[in-house]
């Protein structure tokens, strides 16, 4: 006899066995998956409640709230707001796998440092090419390459999360992280938690550390310390006001981009563009650059610029 069973008999039975484990393996992840996800709007909800007097009070003129961190090697910044839209709209817009990386593109594109952003798909999903640069027009070839990956990563009927992540960026920064994660909280209402957030090594360091002592030097954020010599309320500076900005202008493009939904096809671009610095405005003490003018040329050059791959 044939020590090796080859039989039709055994053979089924194996493949049947393996799909049983396949399967298993498959339903753990995914309830491990939903488990997450549910925690992580349970979170969200007693964030929400956490924030009341904070949404409703607070120097931003909107349901805003605004946090930062400054690590050894790492910052972040994290807004949470009230957006007055539904959590359809916002889930379907900017959590869709087939529209969504170009939705970003087109709210990435509103910051003033966003020079390109291009949506394709790789080999392991969506990419988005986005290049970095000044706060005025320059030439492609004189910013840098960011290659953001698009993840969708939870998607529930009362909660969704979605993750942009780069493994690089210029001058040793890197894990770069926008995050969006979103609950309702109303008919037309959704409260959102972004987070923007890179780690850096000593070239980064470096690089900060000369802006900031050049012209950056009275760059200011949103949060408030004590001077120790005076007992006065002062603005951080520093790299935490730095990330603060730059977070305050990704949750403004957020809501630019939202609110032009709603306007024809044609007028959508000019709305958000608009919006956005408008908005901006508001603050002016830490996010005016540029002259609306030039900000509106600038933003209309590249946004053509960036319906082609480059």
């Keep these: 006899m044939n020590r090796l069973d080859t039989s039709p008999t055994r053979n089924r039975w194996t493949r049947l066995w393996r799909m049983a484990v396949m399967t298993a393996v498959f339903g753990f992840l995914c309830q491990s998956a939903f488990a997450q996800a549910d925690d992580r709007a349970a979170s969200l909800r007693d964030k929400y409640r956490s924030l009341t007097q904070q949404l409703a009070?607070?120097?931003?003129q909107r349901p805003l709230y605004l946090e930062s961190r400054e690590l050894?090697?790492?910052?972040s910044g994290d807004i949470y707001g009230v957006l007055n839209y539904s959590f359809a709209t916002v889930n379907g817009t900017l959590n869709d796998?087939?529209?969504g990386p170009a939705n970003?593109?087109?709210?990435?594109?509103l910051h003033l440092n966003t020079k390109y952003c291009h949506a394709s798909t790789g080999a392991s999903g969506a990419v988005l090419d986005v290049n970095i640069g000044k706060k005025t027009e320059e030439p492609l070839s004189s910013s840098y390459r960011v290659q953001f990956n698009y993840r969708p990563a939870a998607s529930q009927p009362d909660y969704f999360r979605v993750e942009l992540s780069a493994a690089k960026g210029p001058l040793s920064t890197k894990d770069y992280r926008i995050e969006l994660e979103a609950i309702p909280v109303g008919d037309n209402r959704t409260f959102i938690h972004l987070t923007y957030?890179?780690?850096?090594?000593?070239?980064?360091?470096?690089?900060?550390?000369?802006?900031?002592?050049?012209i950056g030097s009275d760059k200011v954020g949103f949060s408030t310390t004590r001077d120790p010599s005076t007992g006065e309320k002062q603005y951080?500076?520093?790299?935490r006001g730095l990330v603060e900005r730059n977070t305050m202008r990704y949750y403004l493009a957020i809501e630019a981009y939202l609110g032009a939904l709603s306007s024809p096809g044609a007028a959508r671009l000019d709305k958000r563009l608009g919006d956005w610095f408008d908005a901006t405005e508001q603050y002016p003490?830490?996010?005016?650059e540029v002259d609306r003018a030039d900000y509106m040329q600038m933003k209309h050059d590249e946004y053509q610029r960036q319906q082609t791959a480059q």
């Design 57 to 60: 009070h607070n120097p931003f």
């Design 72 to 75: 050894p090697s790492a910052l």
């Design 97 to 99: 796998p087939a529209q």
């Design 104 to 109: 970003w593109c087109d709210v990435l594109i």
């Design 197 to 214: 957030a890179y780690g850096y090594g000593t070239a980064g360091r470096l690089a900060m550390k000369t802006y900031l002592a050049t």
């Design 236 to 239: 951080i500076g520093g790299v």
């Design 285 to 288: 003490r830490q996010l005016h």
